[in-house]
């Protein structure tokens, strides 16, 4: 059974750090592209970054420079480094896949990606 579950979520202060994690299994992670998506309450799925079969990444404008997608084949993990967090980070975030081509660029599009996790949430507050 493919499953994807996100964690490291929590309550950070302005100005803090996260590293969301998301945990893969029942396919193999070297053969997919994988996204960061997070949604705030009455707000539309937004794109965060992505990380290609490559490791070629893709950033939305409103978070490069803080957060950093990484992923780990051989551990069937991937990580989002979140610095510097504002309040208007606050959202649920959801890591998802997409089987793609070895050389083809990853897509922060809601409607590419086949399977999600089931979301962890972050708040920005003081």
């Known amino acids: 059974q493919l499953q994807l579950v996100e964690s490291g979520g929590g309550l950070v202060q302005p100005g803090g750090s996260l590293r969301l994690s998301c945990a ?5 992670l070297a053969y997919y592209a994988v ?33 950093t997608i990484s992923r780990d084949n051989a551990k069937n993990m991937v990580y989002l ?5 504002e309040p208007e980070d606050t959202a649920v975030y959801y890591c998802a896949i997409v089987s793609v081509g070895v050389l083809r660029m990853c897509e922060m599009k809601t409607q590419k ?13 003081s």
Not at 41 to 62: A, M
Not at 81 to 85: A, D, E, K, S, T
Not at 113 to 125: A, I, K, L, R
């Open 81 to 85: 480094q979140m610095n510097g967090l």
């Open 24 to 28: 893969v299994s029942g396919f193999t």
């Open 35 to 67: 996204g960061w998506f997070r949604q705030a309450p009455g707000k539309e799925r937004e794109g965060v970054s992505c990380i290609s079969r490559d490791s070629s990444t893709n950033y939305v404008d409103s978070v490069k420079g803080r957060f």
């Open 113 to 125: 990606y086949t399977n999600w996790g089931q979301g962890t949430q972050v708040t920005v507050s």
